[in-house]
């Protein structure tokens, strides 16, 4: 699946977890541009996942 036709559902603003890594805390979605989905984490900063990949918890 390439990154045109992958939309994540997240949204700039919304509040995330990752299910693999509490330890980084809640994060803020900064940007969702088809699968790459920009997260500022209170613990770790920001990280740029592939939601193809990896489902954040909406909180």
């Keep these: 699946m ?10 700039p603003g919304q509040w995330v977890r990752h299910p ?6 809640d994060g ?14 209170e613990h770790m900063g920001k ?3 592939d939601a193809r990949v990896v489902t954040l918890q909406v909180i």
């Design 2 to 11: 390439s990154d045109d036709t992958f939309r994540s559902f997240l949204e």
């Design 20 to 25: 693999d890594h509490p330890q980084w805390g």
């Design 28 to 41: 803020q979605v900064q940007s969702a541009i088809g699968s790459r989905v920009t997260v500022n984490f």
């Design 47 to 49: 990280v740029v996942l």
